[in-house]
């Protein structure tokens, strides 16, 4: 059994090493990655205690890498006020649900609202504001955020969401 428990061990601990390699090559593809944000990866015994990410102001480009949605107990995540792009329900499908503050303000993200958004339950505060390229109805599904309390859209084509109604009056 204690053999047994120690390949388990192994194998984890190689799992963590490959995810932290990944995570620290994506942000370094960013090049975003300081001497400070590289020890904090590599000091983490495990990933999922990583809790916030704050990037803001750092110009960078590309996207999000997708490896962020590995960080289970990611509760902060702001790269505001960068250069990023992609289209918005790609990123909001690959988000943690721990997520509590996201701010994706002043980039240059795409596309429509996406109804994941509505599994983000956790979501206090959420900000997509100067995104000039996100349009549509923002989606129902955000009636889900239940303990949203600031939700910034400004200075983007996004519309509140629109409910239909129809009579049955004959």
Known sequence: VQIGAIVEYKTQFEALE???????????????????????????????????????LNNFTGTIPAEVGNLGNLSSLNVGKNQLTGDLGTIVA????????????????????????????????????????LDGFIPLEITALTNLTYFNFQETYLCEPCLLYTSDAA
């Open 94 to 133: 690959d988000l943690p649900a721990a997520l509590v503050y996201l701010y994706l303000d002043s980039n240059d993200f795409v596309g429509t609202f996406p109804p994941e958004i509505g599994s983000l339950t956790g979501l206090v505060e959420l900000t997509v504001s100067n995104n000039i390229d």
């Open 18 to 56: 490959k995810r932290k390699a990944a995570i620290i090559k994506a942000v370094k593809e960013q090049d975003a990655l300081t001497p400070e944000l590289e020890a904090k990866f590599l000091n983490c015994a495990d990933l999922n205690s990583l809790e916030d990410l704050y990037l803001p």
